[in-house]
């Protein structure tokens, strides 16, 4: 009997994956909050699963499947599953972890299996290790963040002042930060979205890297930053900024940034590469 291709098995390990995070996470909203949904990250990570499909299904290495393969597919629904019975909201972004371990060191055998796990592991720390680190420190962000839209204001001229997580502009609203607005997760996402773009057109990573990294999450800051000081003047501000078509714009304008400062981590014409 002909032995599965490999490549099935793992395309179905993806389709699993992506059903229990991007599906699951936009089928729970009413159809008028998807838009957001997606402006607001659910994007970059469908960008993220379009790029594991383009680099599963655009080689010739259709090896037969082993038993590794079904293993690790049967390990991932099993702890999926487990996870959901306890009702814990990081599962199947924790599992993406060692999924990313089994691809990067070799365990799962695959010609672009470093590319795929450095994809999976920017999944994994989106969705799990970003938000622990940031339950952990929750505080110390939001205060900074907080001091950080006082001071940038402040040099264009508004008067803000700040009490802990609390800003308050003069004759302008009084505003309580919350995570959902922290510029933290959005950091992560960069990442996810940085480490796509590499995985698409197979490129290694190089010491320059770690400066776009850095120039992109200075530009996220400032963008939330500028972002969040236009929400202070009035309740429609507030509105248009915070969940209505400024918001969209603002997720959209982020993706932007994202991939510009991806594009430069490009080959020169001189220097090879395949998409």
């Not at 302008?172 to 919350?178: D, E, F, N, S, V």
């Amino acid at each position: 009997m002909t032995a599965l291709p490999q490549r099935h098995v793992h395309l179905a390990l993806w389709l699993f994956v992506l059903s229990q995070t991007v599906v699951a996470k936009i089928a729970v909203k009413a159809p008028e909050d998807w838009l957001n949904s997606i402006a607001s990250g659910s994007l970059l990570v469908i960008v993220a699963f379009l790029v594991v499909f383009h680099l599963l299904t655009d080689t010739r290495d259709d090896k037969p499947s082993q038993a590794i393969d079904f293993g690790v597919l049967g390990a991932v629904v099993v702890f999926a599953v487990l996870g959901g019975l306890v009702g814990t909201r990081f599962d199947i972004a924790l599992l993406c972890l060692p999924l990313a371990v089994a691809y990067l060191t070799g365990l799962i055998s695959r010609t672009d299996g470093r590319h795929i796990g450095l994809v999976y592991l920017a999944l994994g720390v989106n969705g799990f290790v970003a938000p622990l680190v940031f339950m952990l420190f929750k505080d110390a962000f939001l205060v900074g963040e907080v001091d950080l839209v006082a001071f940038v204001t402040g040099l264009v001229g508004f008067d803000v002042t700040t009490n802990g997580a609390r800003l308050r502009l003069e004759d302008g609203l009084r505003l309580q930060m919350i995570g959902g607005c922290s510029v933290f997760s959005n950091l992560s996402l960069a990442f996810l979205g940085y480490a796509s773009f590499k995985a698409f057109f197979r490129l290694g990573y190089a010491r320059r890297d770690i400066g776009l990294l850095l120039a992109l999450a200075l530009c996220l800051i400032l963008m939330n930053t500028v972002r969040i000081g236009m929400m202070l003047p009035s309740v429609d501000a507030y509105e248009f900024w915070h969940h209505g078509d400024g918001a969209a714009w603002f997720g959209l304008a982020q993706m932007i940034a994202i991939a510009a400062i991806a594009m430069v981590s490009l080959p020169s014409a001189r220097q090879p590469w395949r998409a």
